[in-house]
């Protein structure tokens, strides 16, 4: 009798970016699959067979953007930094467990920050993902995930990221 193995995956197809003006009105709203880093799954990989030494590691601390639309590094699963960090959101707006095996964070861009191109996101993750601090805090930490968006970001506009990890069978 043949044995059908169930392989777990990660999904991460969810990430929802919504644009708003001032008063509050949806500009645009785009759901985008982004590019899952060897480092995650090798982060995680760790992690099930009990090396929790880099356990740290894996806990999304901040989102980063940038401006390169691939040009200077195209999107990879090899991917460690973006390929032009220009701003850093050093904290989760919220967090949460929306059911089981999944954990959704939301990061929000204030209308005066980060005003100009956004071509690239990136989810940092770990203990040494630095704050910005004037681009102090540029390319550290853990990139566990990567995606290109497109946006000529004003000041009279609020950008939320919306992130949906999670892990099932397939």
Known sequence: MKVKHKSINIITEN??????D????????KI?????????????ADALSGDLVHKDDLEIMRLAIG????????????????????????????SSDP???????LFYL?????????????????????VWGAGAGKDSGT???RVFWVRNKTAAESIQFERLDGIKEA
Do not use: C
């Open 99 to 105: 059911a089981v095996g999944q954990y959704k964070t």
């Open 22 to 29: 001032l008063d509050g009105k949806i500009l645009e709203r």
């Open 110 to 130: 204030k209308p005066n920050e980060a005003v100009g191109w956004i071509r690239e996101i990136g989810w940092m993750a770990g203990t040494a993902a630095a």
């Open 143 to 145: 990139l566990i995930a």
């Open 67 to 94: 401006d390169d639309d691939g040009t200077i590094l195209a999107l990879a699963v090899t991917n460690t930094t973006l390929g032009n960090e220009v701003f850093r959101i050093d904290n989760i707006l919220s």
């Open 15 to 20: 990430i929802r970016v919504t644009v708003r």
């Open 32 to 44: 985008l699959k982004n590019t899952i880093t060897n480092l995650l799954f090798n982060l995680y």
